[in-house]
């Protein structure tokens, strides 16, 4: 956005400079993207803030105590701020994103300090403690837990600092911005928040339950947790097969790399033959704009084409290629169509008027960067290696139509490597031998009739320009007018071309291209209607046969879109268990229990199953997005359950059994495990329901973590008491 607007206070200046009818005008503005997708994370930002400060007063009971908790938001986000501009963290859709992620734990600490605080000074009420004594204390008791589960949080974020190539640049600013806040808040909980609280929490003898929300919520645990713990065995069979459910509804979920960014703009790559001109391709252009502009006036707002490879070779296209970028209007003015895909469907549809191209449909940020990283403008590209040209593309001759025939492929098309003329010239050399002429008198004189060749340089001024010596057109524009030429020769005659060479005109390949020091040839296509991980399932069952058959030396590689996904899925398969072996290890040394540790790892598969039932109940495909949002539903999950199991050890190091102890911590922690589950997901909701620009990366990661703490935090409530009652009592208690 920078570099924009300095090129864009740049253009009055340069304006000036040029001659009368000549106009500066954009047609492609990225930053117009950008500010909206800022916009959505903003909007969403200060709506999760208000949410959280009401859910707040309504559970605490208390507007002092939470208008503690909620001065907290403005200091952590501040604090965040100085962090991502020291650490060169630019505020964009996925740094934004992740303080919206964030918003509802970074006062999750601030919570549980306040509302302890809030409860020793109503249990202290007429002691002879001081009010700064009794905050001290407060934050004694619940320092340790607080810190290691904002610590284990943290870690849990680890992994996305080790993703690769596109998706580590898109969710590494996430990660870090989540950590930055994290930190933050911890750092603020520990100080600025105890000393307020202290100074204005009420110091008045009072009961919990006098709220009538936590009254309500009381009324419903406290029954639950009486019949699951006198049920106990029941209980964990019903928590198993909620598991078992869970599980199998992943089987019905679809996978892709990333959902797609509504850019508001769509790019059309249109391919013809390698024959085809430089100016028959722009008038081919000239009249797709125009028509595409008549028959959408209410939904294309600009139509550009770019042809060929520019000065700047940053895309290698030929003549023969042209990206057209179209600009949408706003889609409440839209009257043939109601979304994208449906306009997309429409725009073909008037492209087939055109004969002899062939389209593919992306966007024109999202064609760049798939170029860009892999060189592949598609969904799906089937790379075919192998040494002889002709057998590549005969087998992808036989790719291509099965993988048309399979539900949701688009715009398959082989990669262009024929199709191309040109003239070959065979010397001769027993001719040119008898007329003593060499070879390299034949490549000169071909050299300067048909290519031109530069005589010398003619200044301009302060600008070069080559002076190039070439046979006028109509002396080359065939092989007889080659013939013809004469060629000079030391005896002191001419010599025809046509008696020393064979002039011919023959089929060639337009290009070979390389990958991994072997030849390589690309079936494309597109996706549309379903997720990329099931036709890339079904292409490779139907595929299968064909690539069995290819000859020794031969192999498919599958690019594109996919190639992305596994590499990130891969990645995060590695890193996942390592970081959750290093919470598992930082909660054996915070509770100093390996018993205790196991009973909240084991919670963690529970917080998985609310992810899945929301990805299965709003069809939301499992991307890497999807899979981040399951990496932050562990760490809240571990979180709460750490601060329950932690208060339960204490209660049984001061004497109390299991079950007393399990029943008491439950009516002392419900209230903040309540008010740290709903201020997380109260703080998501406004990207759960938004629509603007950028939500669509959002809303699966969103998603996941709703729906992970709603389970998370029935299960916490109800199967996590019962297991730890299982774990400590002796089997004679038990029975």
């Known amino acids: 956005k920078v570099v924009v607007d300095r090129v864009k206070a740049e253009i009055p200046r340069i304006q000036k400079t040029l001659p009368p009818g000549v106009k500066i005008s954009p047609w492609y503005d990225r930053t117009d993207l950008i500010q909206a997708c800022i916009r959505t994370v903003s909007s969403a930002l200060v709506q999760g803030g208000i949410f959280i400060i009401v859910i ?18 403005p200091l952590t986000a501040a604090v965040t701020f100085l962090l991502m501009d020291y650490s060169g963290v630019t505020a964009n859709l996925m740094s934004l994103g992740g303080l919206v992620i964030a918003v509802g734990m970074v006062v999750d600490a601030s919570i549980i300090v306040v509302e302890n605080i809030a409860r020793h000074m109503g249990e202290k009420a007429l002691a002879s403690h001081t009010r700064h004594q009794v905050a001290y204390d407060a934050v004694r008791e619940v320092a340790r837990p607080v810190i290691f589960s904002i610590f284990i949080i943290v870690v849990v974020f680890v992994p996305l600092f080790t993703l690769e190539s596109l998706e580590g640049k898109m969710f590494r600013p996430l990660a870090l911005t989540i950590c930055f806040a994290l930190l933050s808040s911890l750092a603020v909980s520990l100080t600025i928040v105890p000393v307020l609280a202290s100074m204005i929490t009420r110091r008045v003898k009072r009961d919990a339950h006098e709220n009538p929300l936590v009254r309500f919520f009381h009324a419903i645990h406290a029954p639950a947790l009486a019949l699951a713990i006198k049920g106990r065995w029941i209980t964990i069979a019903v928590a198993a097969a909620l598991l078992v459910a869970g599980v199998s509804m992943l089987s019905h979920v679809g996978t892709e790399f990333l959902p797609d960014l509504d850019e508001g703009a769509i790019a059309v790559n249109i391919v013809r033959l390698p024959t085809a001109s430089l100016e028959g391709s722009v008038a081919q252009s000239r009249h797709i704009e125009r028509r595409l502009l008549e028959a959408f006036p209410d939904e294309i707002l600009t139509v550009v084409s770019k042809t060929g490879r520019a000065e700047i070779s940053e895309d290698p296209m030929g003549p023969e290629q042209t990206d057209l970028i179209i600009t949408l209007h706003p889609r409440k003015q839209w009257t043939r169509a109601d979304n994208r895909d449906r306009l997309v469907a429409l725009i073909e549809k008037e492209l087939k008027a055109f004969p002899g191209i062939r389209p593919a449909f992306s966007q024109p940020i999202a064609l760049r960067v798939n ?33 048309s025939g399979i539900p949701g492929a688009a715009d398959v098309a082989i990669e262009q490597v024929s199709g191309f003329s040109q003239i070959d010239v065979a010397l001769d050399r027993q001719t040119m031998a008898r007329h003593q002429i060499s070879a390299e008198a034949i490549n000169d004189l071909v050299t300067v009739a048909v290519g031109g060749k530069t005589a010398t340089v003619l200044y301009e001024g302060q600008r070069p320009r080559d002076v190039v010596v070439r046979l006028p057109a109509e002396y080359r524009q065939d092989i007889a007018d080659l013939q013809n030429l004469l060629v000079p020769s030391p005896l002191g005659y001419s010599v025809p071309l046509g008696d020393l060479t064979d002039i011919r005109q023959v089929d060639a390949w337009a290009r070979i291209n390389r990958q991994d020091s072997q030849r390589r040839l690309l079936v494309e296509c597109n996706v549309r209607g379903r997720d990329i991980g099931s036709f890339v399932a079904e292409a490779r069952t139907r595929l299968a046969p064909i690539e069995e058959d290819l000859p020794e030396g031969y192999r498919l590689v599958w690019g594109g879109q996919f190639e992305n996904q596994q590499r990130a899925m891969r990645r995060l398969m590695f890193v996942v268990p390592v970081a959750l072996a290093l919470i598992f290890l930082m909660l054996m040394t915070a509770l100093s229990s390996v018993k205790s540790a196991v009973l909240i790892m084991i919670n963690l598969p529970f917080a998985v199953i609310g992810g899945i039932a929301a990805m299965y109940l709003l069809h939301i495909n499992l991307s890497v997005a999807a899979t981040i949002g399951f990496i932050a539903v562990l760490g809240v999950a571990v979180e709460d359950a750490l601060v329950l199991i932690s208060f339960c050890d204490q209660l049984c190091d001061s004497g109390l059994a299991a079950k007393d102890a399990v029943l008491e911590a439950c009516r002392l922690r419900i209230r903040p495990l309540v008010m740290t589950t709903l201020t997380t997901l109260l703080g998501l909701l406004p990207m759960l329901y938004a629509t603007g620009a950028g939500s669509e990366i959002q809303k699966p990661l969103v998603a996941v973590i709703f729906g992970g703490l709603i389970t998370s935090l029935i299960l916490e409530l109800i199967v996590l008491p019962v297991l730890y009652i299982l774990a400590n009592e002796t089997p004679a208690i038990i029975k």
């Open 56 to 73: 707040l007063f309504l559970l605490l009971w208390d507007l002092r105590a939470a208008l503690t908790v909620a001065l907290s938001l």
């Open 371 to 403: 170029e860009l990283i892999s060189g592949i403008k598609s969904d799906v590209a089937i790379k075919i290696f192998g040494d002889d040209i002709d057998t590549l593309l005969a087998a992808a001759d036989e790719i291509a139509p099965m993988l």
